[in-house]
């Protein structure tokens, strides 16, 4: 069941942003078709109309963009994007490589304190690495931020994809660094007795230290810096509530919890009990303590771009995380439900096999099972069911769009029909 909704809200999110033949440059629409007349209360309507406002400031933003750059204005830009890509990237290579030597050295340091049998000093050790982790993610989207300040891009979408980039590139490499350390011989292997049980802590301690940080960041970079603001800089303006970042974290916390859900079943509780804490801390900040974005935001298309970030690079990646681990790596020798077979996987096998013995009836069960899930045919055929589900839409798309544009035609022939109409009337009627 988890794995249907994620991609049933990504198609579904851009069926409503993403409409065929949709015209979301075309100004003359938004300007006399855009409101809706059923909204009544005053907070609707003034929302409605901060929304229209911020898609017209979009649109036009973008069309100024395309008319008005010259050609060295242009090159200047893409070199300036390139040397903060790059400042960018770099920074991510330094600390993947940064929490790699962080990681061996825990390592070794762990090592040492087994041997010594100290509990204590293991105890804060094991925190140390998800501290560096949630530091690194508090302090470069500060970063980030200088970078996009320093670059001024012309294009509010543009700003905004490059800020989302940014933030999931290093989340994302983050997140796979550790994955790739949970699942190294170096864990599996070593004096730990059951691997499972530590990875799930690790991603425990992930999640608690990443609430403490967003804590943090709610009190020192929204609450403080507007008392700063106000009462020393005698300045009207409060911190942004950066949107792009905010959900990029929610990403982040649901990510967590979809790779620890084999390892710590309760995680899922944790993650719920902390995005309740979240939501209710953070809406006080925001009615407190910040205010709006003054980059325009089309809410629509933003949606879309967030729910297909949680589907592709945190769902794929953490289905792909756990499915290694139930077919590719061997349980715990000391402790758990599997520490007898070769691989997790190996357990379900077994249960077919008891549950063929146990009732006979049901060996159309088993048969299924050995000539499909365990074949690469039912892969095989499950990947050309959805290559031909994408074809048909796509196909279907192409035929609504034509249809679409052939109805256009029609109306430019009806509308200079009218015109010359109108023209033989005033001629008529001249005469």
Not at 410 to 415: K, L, S, T
């Amino acid at each position: 069941m988890p794995f249907f909704p994620p991609p049933h809200s990504v198609s579904h999110s851009f069926g409503e942003s993403y409409r065929v033949g949709s015209a979301s440059s075309n100004l003359a629409v938004k300007v006399f078709c855009s409101w809706d007349y059923k909204v009544i209360q005053k907070r609707s309507v003034q929302l409605q109309s901060e929304n229209i406002s911020t898609d017209l400031k979009e649109c036009l933003a973008e069309q100024r963009l395309e008319s008005c750059l010259s050609f060295s204005k242009k090159l200047q830009e893409l070199v300036i994007l390139l040397v903060a890509w790059t400042l960018s990237l770099s920074t991510v290579g330094g600390a993947a490589i940064g929490i790699h030597y962080f990681i061996e050295y825990v390592h070794q340091v762990l090592h040492e304190e087994f041997l010594k049998n100290n509990h204590a000093g293991k105890e804060l050790l094991l925190l140390a690495l998800p501290l560096v982790v949630s530091l690194i993610n508090l302090l470069m989207p500060y970063f980030y931020n200088l970078l996009a300040a320093w670059e001024k891009q012309e294009s509010p979408v543009l700003e905004v994809y490059i800020a989302i980039s940014r933030n999931l590139i290093l989340k994302m490499v983050i997140l796979g660094l550790l994955s790739y350390h949970w699942l190294s011989w170096k864990v599996t292997s070593s004096e730990i007795q059951c691997w499972e049980t530590f990875v799930g802590q690790e991603l425990y301690r992930l999640m608690v230290m990443d609430l403490i940080f967003i804590l943090l960041d709610v009190i020192f970079g929204e609450l403080i810096w507007r008392i700063i603001l106000e009462k020393k800089l005698q300045s009207k303006q409060r911190p942004e509530f950066d949107i792009a970042r905010n959900v990029l974290d929610l990403i982040y916390g649901q990510t967590l919890t979809w790779l620890g859900v084999f390892f710590a079943p309760l995680l899922p509780v944790v993650q719920i009990l902390k995005l309740l804490l979240l939501f209710y801390v953070k809406k006080v900040s925001l009615m407190r303590n910040c205010q709006c974005p003054s980059k325009p935001w089309r809410a629509s298309h933003m949606s879309t771009i967030f729910i297909s970030l949680l589907c592709f690079p945190s769902f794929l990646g953490a289905s792909v995380f756990l499915s290694y681990t139930i077919w590719a790596i061997k349980p715990s020798e000391m402790c758990g439900p599997f520490q007898t077979f070769d691989t997790i996987y190996d357990s379900w096998k077994v249960w077919i096999l008891q549950l063929e013995e146990s009732n006979p009836n049901i060996t159309w069960f088993t048969w299924i099972h050995q000539n499909l899930f365990q074949t690469s045919y039912f892969m095989l055929l499950i990947v050309a069911m959805l290559v031909a589900v994408i074809y048909f839409t796509i196909e279907m798309v192409k035929g609504l769009r034509s249809i679409i544009s052939i109805l256009k035609g029609q109306i430019a022939n009806e509308r200079e029909d009218k015109k010359f109409l109108i023209q033989r009337l005033h001629i008529i009627y001249e005469k």
